[in-house]
């Protein structure tokens, strides 16, 4: 049986964008519906499970463009599954796209019979800063100037958020469920975040957006406003996922 851990976080009215960051300009207040949040990236143990399943194998997980993507790569499991740095059980997952990311939260509805989702990139940084617009101190993050070299274990509890979620920032960048554009150089789903505009639409080859930074990454990406982004089929060792759902 797989767990995972949730911390609630309530409805309300919060804050996000920073009129510092070009992609991230204006700074306003979004209304949320409850919902709940991993209380850590998706582990690789998790997402053993999804692999030894047979996820890789069924369409009915992927999709349209999800499936062309796997059958295109020819993919198995995720990259650097073999990976000594980046394949113990309690680290984070890396080298998932936003397809099978996408792909593991079907798998894991029907598994559990919840209905499991990437979390909007606006629920993302509500959690991590709150209605107070803050967020865990820098010190605490993973990120290059730390020298680790690799994603820590999600087992690591010091870099926790207002609601319980840690890692937010810092560790590996986290896909959400949100469009950037058709491709990952120009911003087509600007600021104000309007989830009726079309951003979180699934369908399509869209650019999405990552949110956090990483341990490979300097710290001012993992300022919780920042709105990173990558095509949907790209994988990387800095780059995993976070699970969310709503709540009724």
Same mark, same amino acid.
């Given at each position: 049986?797989?767990?995972? %851990?949730?911390?609630?976080?309530?409805?309300?009215?919060?804050?996000?964008?920073?009129?510092?960051?070009? /992609? =991230?300009? @204006?700074?306003?207040?979004?209304? *949320?519906?409850?919902?709940?949040?991993?209380?850590?990236?998706?582990?690789?143990?998790?997402?053993?499970?999804?692999?030894? /399943?047979?996820?890789?194998? =069924? &369409?009915?997980? +992927? #999709?349209?463009?999800?499936?062309?993507?796997?059958?295109?790569?020819?993919?198995?499991?995720?990259?650097?599954?073999?990976?000594?740095?980046?394949?113990?059980?309690?680290?984070?997952?890396?080298?998932?796209?936003?397809?099978?990311?996408?792909?593991?939260?079907? +798998?894991?509805?029907?598994?559990?019979?919840?209905?499991?989702?990437? @979390?909007?990139?606006?629920? +993302?940084? /509500?959690?991590?800063?709150?209605?107070? #617009?803050?967020?865990?101190?820098?010190? *605490?993050?993973?990120?290059?100037?730390?020298?680790?070299?690799?994603?820590? &274990?999600?087992?690591?509890?010091?870099?926790?958020? +207002?609601?319980?979620?840690?890692?937010?920032?810092?560790?590996?960048?986290?896909?959400?469920?949100?469009?950037?554009?058709?491709?990952?150089?120009?911003? %087509?789903?600007?600021?104000?975040?309007?989830? #009726?505009?079309?951003?979180?639409?699934?369908?399509?080859?869209?650019?999405?957006?990552?949110?956090?930074?990483?341990?490979?990454?300097?710290?001012?990406?993992?300022? &919780? /406003?920042?709105?990173?982004?990558?095509? @949907?089929?790209?994988?990387? =060792?800095?780059?995993?996922?976070? *699970?969310?759902? #709503?709540?009724?």
């Amino acid at each position: 049986m797989i767990e995972i %851990e949730v911390c609630e976080v309530p409805a309300g009215e919060y804050p996000i964008g920073d009129n510092t960051l070009s /992609a =991230s300009r @204006p700074a306003h207040v979004v209304h *949320l519906e409850a919902f709940a949040i991993g209380l850590t990236p998706v582990t690789n143990t998790q997402f053993a499970a999804f692999v030894e /399943a047979g996820g890789y194998d =069924s &369409p009915v997980y +992927w #999709g349209e463009m999800g499936w062309r993507w796997l059958r295109g790569q020819g993919a198995r499991q995720p990259d650097f599954w073999h990976d000594r740095r980046f394949n113990a059980p309690d680290q984070p997952v890396v080298g998932v796209c936003w397809y099978e990311a996408l792909a593991y939260t079907i +798998w894991l509805g029907g598994v559990t019979g919840l209905p499991w989702r990437l @979390p909007t990139e606006a629920e +993302w940084e /509500a959690a991590a800063r709150g209605m107070d #617009g803050d967020a865990p101190s820098p010190r *605490l993050y993973n990120t290059a100037e730390r020298g680790l070299g690799r994603p820590w &274990p999600v087992t690591k509890p010091s870099n926790r958020s +207002w609601c319980g979620a840690s890692d937010l920032c810092g560790n590996v960048w986290e896909w959400c469920s949100s469009r950037w554009g058709h491709n990952w150089q120009t911003m %087509e789903y600007a600021y104000p975040y309007d989830a #009726g505009d079309g951003r979180e639409n699934l369908s399509g080859s869209f650019a999405r957006v990552m949110r956090g930074g990483s341990w490979f990454d300097p710290l001012k990406e993992a300022n &919780p /406003a920042n709105r990173g982004r990558y095509l @949907p089929g790209s994988r990387g =060792s800095n780059i995993g996922f976070r *699970l969310a759902r #709503g709540l009724v």
